[in-house]
């Protein structure tokens, strides 16, 4: 009989103590509830103006503030190691943005993996990258997924190489070994 009365106690005592668990796992404080609207979450913009302040090379330019801008779509001969036709591509995009206000237009992915800005860059209505690629200072070089204007450059490109423009000056047409510069 001892241990019947003893049994009903222990399970009255569980129980009390599981009804104190779950009243504390429930806030007595009622949820705070605002009828203040939530903001959208904040996205960085996909076009802005800027002053470029220095030409770097053919395709990286400085903006205002100190931000480093890497031209999508297009590569030009590298300064460092003075590749042929680097100078000439500094040249051309150094009359057409140093120290005017550039339209820069952001793609996909806004940064490469050096930190750069990465845009399509606009003066005075001239699309600069496709620009640098028609005079054959720039060839086509498009990264997933940063490929907006792909086909455009794959054209103007085609167009620079059959005309021998830039870079392409020294390629023989037709030439089935003569992919890039």
Known sequence: MLRRRTAKWSLAL??????FIAGRQSSPIPPHHSTAPVPPPIKPPTEFTALCTRVIDGDTIVIDGGERVRYIGMDTPETEGDEPGAEAATEANRELVEGRTV????????????????AYVYVD??????????QGLAQI???PPNVRHEA???RLQQEAR???????????????????P
């Open 125 to 134: 209505g001239v699309f600069v990258n496709a620009d640098l690629v028609r």
């Open 141 to 143: 070089a498009t990264y």
């Open 152 to 154: 455009e450059f794959l």
């Open 162 to 180: 059959e005309a021998r423009r830039g870079i392409w000056a020294e390629i023989t047409p037709g030439d089935p070994d003569a992919q890039s």
């Open 14 to 19: 569980l129980a009390l103590l599981a009804a």
């Open 103 to 118: 339209r820069l237009v952001l793609d996909v992915e806004h940064r490469d993996q050096y930190g750069r800005l990465l």
